[in-house]
Nanobody, 115 residues
């Protein structure tokens, strides 16, 4: 059973920064991709950013230039650095690990950006 443990959420003022962390119980290189999604109550979960095995990254248009996804292969941890946060970034953020057959999810961490 793969476990993803997220940390780093919280309350921040608009314009501030937060860094989310997601540590896996297995090597992150075992997964085709790792990513961050976010969800606002009553709406679908949406991709924020992801990184594939080669290191290629992809971002939602709404966060390009403000968020950066990175990984530490030794610590089996994926990070999401979030800068210039906006109130519309408020959501529960979920870590995702995709093996190509199964998608694993973390428990979610709340990010709240006040105006």
């Amino acid at each position: 059973q793969v476990h993803l443990v997220e940390s780093g959420g919280g309350l921040v003022q608009a314009g501030g920064s937060l860094r989310l962390s997601c540590q896996t119980s297995e090597s992150i290189l075992d997964f085709n991709s790792m990513g961050w999604y976010r969800q606002v109550p009553g709406t679908p979960r949406k991709l924020v950013a992801r990184v594939i095995t080669s290191g290629t990254t992809a971002y939602a248009d709404s966060v390009k230039g403000r968020f950066t996804i990175s990984r530490d292969n030794v610590k089996n941890t994926v990070y999401l650095q979030m800068n210039s946060l906006k109130p519309e970034d408020t959501a529960v953020y979920y870590c995702n690990a995709d093996s190509g057959f199964i998608a694993y999810w973390g428990q979610g961490t709340q990010v709240t950006v006040s105006s």
